[in-house]
C-alpha cells in the first residue's frame, strides 16, 4: 500500500497545481497594430487632435473592453510606402506586428512569405457582408489565398471641383456634367478661357503619378480591362500593343501640352491647398480628402466623377477605387484568431458606423446604408457612396512592384515631353513578366 | 646564447604586443567594413528580395542596369554633380586666404561661413527647394526686376535642376573647406610669407606660388573627402529637393541604391541594389586612384 502513498501524492499535488493554474488569472495578450497615419482609419486631421480622441483608438479600448487580458498597442506608420519594406523586414527577422495596415493588391501579394493565410480564419458572416475581397486574394483570383481583411472603408477616385469657378465659365456640372472625354476637354477649355488653371496637380512630388492613378487609370481599364492590364504586366501581352493605353498617354500629354495642366505639375507639391484657396479649378482626389475640402470651400465644392472615354465601351458609370488598404496578420503572430477577432470587429456594422461619427468614408458593407450614416441624398459623400459597390479596383495596384516604378516614377515625363508614350510603354514591358 | 635567447624572446613580445594593438581595429575592420562590402557583393550576383529569393543570377544585375535606361542618365547626374568640387575647393580657399589674412570683420565672416554646416542636409534641401520652387522667392525677384522671362521651372529638368543642387553643395560646403585650408596654412611658417613681401611678391602671387604648393596635401584631402561625399552622401539633398526626379533626371548612382531598395513601387531589388553599390565603391575607388596621383605629380612639381 506504502508504494502507491507517493505516487499518489505526488499525483494530487500536480493536478491541484494545474487546477490552480488554470482558475488563475488569464495571462496579459498584447497584439501590436501597425496603422497608416492617413488614408486609412485614422483621417488626414486627426493627427491634430491628441491620440486618445482618434477613432481608432476608441475602437481599440471598446476591444479591450471587450476581451479582458487583451491589449493593443498602436504604432502609427507615418511613411506608407516604407511600412511595406519595414513590415517585411520585421517578418524576415520573424519579429513583425501581430496586425499591419497595408496595402491591398501586390503590395501584399509581393509579401505572402510572411503574411498569415487567412482562409480558414475569416467568418462567413464577413466574406458575404463585406465588399472588395478580391483585393486581398492572391492574384486577384476568386479562389485565391485571402491575405488580409479589406479595410474598413473604401476609397473611390473622383475630382473634386470648385464651383464657382465652374459658373464663371458658364456651366453647371451639378445639371450637367462633362459625360464624354470630348465634352471634359471642352469644358477644359473654357475654364483656361477665364483665366484659371483647370487642373492643379502634383503629378511626381511624392513619386506618383496622382492623375494617372486616380482619374486616367479609368479611361485606360476602360479601353484594357483590369485583366488585360495584369496580363500586359505579367509579361504575357506587350504595353506597347496596348492602343487604348497609348491613346491616354496621348491625352495625358495633350492636357499638359493645351495648358489644362498646372505648367510646374512636375515639381510642384501644394496643389491641394492652392485648390482650396480657388487657385484652380480641379484637383483629382480621393475619399479621406472631401471633409477637409468642405471646410474649406464649403458649398462650393463639387464632386465629379471621371468621364467616359467611349460610351460604347463595355465598362460605363464607374471609376478608380475599392479597398485600397487593408489588415493582414503576420506569420509570426501568436495569436492568429485574435488577430482575426479583431480586424473583424474593425470591419463590423457597429464599428464602420462609429468610425463614420469621426471620418467619413464610403463603407466596405452592404447592410450599410446612406440614410444608416445620416448624408443627405445629395450629399457629395452620398453621390460617391453610389460608386462604392461599382468601382474598378486600382489599376496601380494591379501593377507588377518593376513595372509600378516605371509607372509611377517615370510618366510624369511623357506629360511634360521628356519621354514619348512609346518610350515609356517600351520601358513598362522590359519591366514586366516578373510577378 | 642566452643573449640570442632573450633578444628572440623580447622580439616575440614585441611582435604580439603589435598584433594585439591591431587587433581592435582590424576586428571594427572586418566587421564593419569587409563583411559588408563582402556581403554586398555576394549578394549582388543573387536576385535577393530582402524576404527568401536568393537565387545565383550570376552578372545579370550588372548587365540589367547597365543596359537599363536608368544607368547612362544617373551616371551622367553622378559626374555632373562632381562639379560641386572643384568650386567648393577654389571658393574655399579664397575664402581661407581672406580670413586667414585677417581682413575687417573676419571673426563673424568665420562663423557665417560655417553655419550652412550645423544645418541638417535635409532642412538646407527644403529650403532651396521652397526657394527655387516655380512660384519661389528666386522667381519673384527675376520677375520683379523685369527678368520674367528667366522665371523658369529651375527643377522640371535635368540641367537646372541640377545646376541648383550644386549651388546648394557648394553653399553648404564651403565653410568646411574654408576650415580645412585654413588649418593647413596655419602649418605654413609664417617667415615663409614674411620672406616673399620682403622679395616684392603681390598678394595674388603669394597665393598661387606659395600657398597653394604647400597646400597640395591639404587639397588633395580636401578634394578626396568632397568628391567620394559627392558620390556617397547626397541622399538628403536629393530627397528634400527633388527626390531623384523628374523621372530619374537627378537621381545619382546613391539615390538609385534607395530606389532599388526601399522606392516606391515596392520591388525591394536588393540584388540590384547591391551591384549599384559594388558599382558605385569601384567608381570612388577609381577617381580617388586618379585624384592622388595627379596630386603626387603635383607635389613633385611644388
Not at chain 1, 527577422?93 to 509579401?111: E, H, K, R, S, Y
Not at chain 1, 486616367?216 to 492602343?243: C, H, P, S
Not at chain 1, 467616359?308 to 487593408?326: E, F
Not at chain 2, 584631402?221 to 527633388?242: C, K, R
Request: charged content about 15%; proline content about 5%.
Amino acid at each position: 500500500m506504502r508504494r502507491f502513498t507517493i505516487p499518489l501524492l505526488l499525483g494530487v499535488v500536480l493536478l491541484a497545481t494545474l487546477a490552480l493554474v488554470a482558475c488563475g488569472p488569464k495571462q496579459a495578450v498584447k497584439l501590436t497594430v501597425w496603422m497608416n497615419g492617413a488614408d486609412s482609419l485614422i483621417g488626414p486631421t486627426e493627427q491634430q487632435k491628441p491620440q486618445e480622441q482618434w477613432y481608432i483608438s476608441q475602437a481599440f479600448k471598446r476591444f479591450e473592453k471587450a476581451n479582458p487580458g487583451v491589449t493593443i498597442e498602436l504604432v502609427v506608420q507615418a511613411d506608407q510606402n516604407a511600412a511595406h519594406t519595414n513590415f517585411k523586414t520585421a517578418g524576415l527577422a520573424g519579429n513583425a506586428p501581430d496586425v499591419a495596415n497595408l496595402w491591398t493588391g501586390q503590395p501584399i501579394f509581393g509579401m505572402k512569405e510572411v503574411i498569415l493565410p487567412l482562409d480558414k480564419l475569416v467568418p462567413a458572416d464577413d466574406l458575404k457582408k463585406i465588399v472588395g475581397w478580391e483585393s486581398v486574394r492572391d492574384g486577384f483570383k476568386p479562389d485565391g489565398t485571402i491575405l488580409g481583411y479589406p479595410a474598413a472603408q473604401n476609397q473611390i477616385c473622383f475630382m473634386m471641383y470648385n464651383k464657382a469657378i465652374v459658373k464663371k465659365a458658364g456651366m453647371d456640372w451639378e445639371a450637367n456634367p462633362p459625360k464624354t472625354i470630348q465634352e471634359f476637354d471642352e469644358a477644359l477649355g473654357k475654364i483656361k478661357a477665364i483665366g484659371v488653371t483647370p487642373i492643379l496637380v502634383d503629378e511626381a512630388a511624392q513619386s506618383v503619378c496622382w492623375w494617372l492613378a486616380w482619374v486616367a487609370d479609368y479611361w485606360w481599364t476602360q479601353q484594357t480591362t483590369n485583366e488585360g492590364i495584369l496580363a500586359e504586366t505579367y509579361g504575357e501581352k506587350k504595353f506597347a500593343d496596348d492602343k487604348g493605353f497609348l491613346a491616354v498617354l496621348n491625352h495625358y500629354r495633350s492636357l499638359y501640352t493645351k495648358g489644362y495642366f498646372r505648367k510646374d505639375m512636375a515639381t510642384s507639391n501644394d496643389s491641394f491647398t492652392q485648390f482650396l484657396n480657388g487657385k484652380g479649378a480641379i484637383w483629382p482626389s480621393v475619399t479621406s480628402f472631401l471633409a477637409d475640402a468642405e471646410k474649406a470651400l464649403g458649398p462650393d465644392l463639387g464632386v465629379l466623377m471621371p468621364p467616359s472615354w467611349d460610351p460604347s465601351l463595355t465598362l460605363q458609370n464607374s471609376t478608380i477605387g475599392g479597398p485600397g488598404q487593408s489588415f493582414v496578420v503576420a506569420k509570426n503572430t501568436k495569436y492568429p484568431q485574435l488577430a482575426v477577432k479583431l480586424i473583424s470587429f474593425l470591419n463590423s456594422r457597429a464599428e464602420v458606423l462609429e468610425a463614420e461619427k469621426i471620418n467619413r468614408w464610403p463603407v466596405v458593407r452592404t447592410d450599410i446604408t446612406p440614410a444608416d450614416m445620416g448624408w443627405a441624398a445629395d450629399s457629395n459623400i452620398a453621390k460617391i457612396q453610389k460608386y462604392s459597390t461599382i468601382y474598378n479596383y486600382w489599376v496601380d495596384n494591379l501593377l507588377t512592384p518593376d513595372v509600378a516604378n516605371v509607372f509611377y516614377i517615370q510618366a510624369v515625363l511623357v506629360a511634360t515631353g521628356k519621354m514619348t508614350p512609346q518610350a515609356f510603354v517600351a520601358e513598362m514591358d522590359k519591366n514586366a513578366g516578373r510577378k | 646564447m642566452a643573449a640570442d635567447s632573450i633578444a628572440g624572446r623580447r622580439s616575440r613580445i614585441k611582435r604580439r604586443e603589435i598584433l594585439l594593438s591591431l587587433l581592435p581595429i582590424a576586428v571594427i575592420l572586418l566587421v564593419f567594413r569587409v563583411y559588408p562590402i563582402a556581403l554586398a557583393l555576394g549578394r549582388s550576383f543573387t536576385n535577393w528580395d530582402g524576404l527568401f529569393r536568393h537565387d545565383w543570377v550570376g552578372i545579370a544585375n550588372y548587365v540589367n542596369f547597365v543596359k537599363s535606361g536608368q544607368f547612362w542618365t544617373v551616371l551622367r547626374n553622378t559626374l555632373i554633380l562632381l562639379i560641386n568640387v572643384p568650386l567648393q575647393v577654389f571658393i574655399g580657399i579664397v575664402v581661407a586666404l581672406l580670413l586667414y589674412e585677417k581682413v575687417a570683420g573676419w571673426r563673424i565672416y568665420r562663423a557665417v561661413v560655417y553655419t550652412p554646416q550645423i544645418i541638417s542636409a535635409v532642412i538646407i534641401g527644403f529650403l532651396f527647394k521652397i526657394f527655387f520652387g516655380y512660384e519661389g522667392p528666386f522667381n519673384a525677384v527675376l520677375k520683379a526686376v523685369g527678368l520674367g522671362s528667366m522665371a523658369i521651372e529651375w527643377f522640371g529638368n535635368n540641367f537646372t535642376a541640377l545646376g541648383v543642387i550644386v549651388f546648394s553643395i557648394v553653399w553648404f560646403s564651403i565653410g568646411w573647406q574654408a576650415i580645412v585650408i585654413l588649418g593647413g596654412l596655419s602649418a605654413i611658417p609664417p617667415s615663409v610669407f614674411e620672406a616673399a613681401i620682403i622679395d616684392g611678391a603681390r598678394y595674388w602671387q603669394r597665393a598661387f606660388l606659395i600657398v597653394i604648393p604647400m597646400l597640395v596635401r591639404v587639397i588633395e584631402f580636401a578634394v578626396i573627402a568632397s568628391g567620394v561625399w559627392t558620390l556617397t552622401q547626397l541622399f538628403p539633398f536629393l530627397f528634400a529637393m527633388t527626390k531623384g526626379g523628374p523621372g530619374y533626371e537627378t537621381s545619382t548612382l546613391d539615390y538609385m541604391i534607395y530606389l532599388k531598395s526601399f522606392g516606391i513601387g515596392f520591388s525591394s531589388d536588393y540584388g540590384t541594389a547591391s551591384a549599384i553599390a559594388v558599382m558605385l565603391l569601384v567608381l570612388v575607388l577609381a577617381l580617388t586612384v586618379i585624384e592622388m596621383r595627379l596630386a603626387n605629380r603635383a607635389d613633385d612639381w611644388g
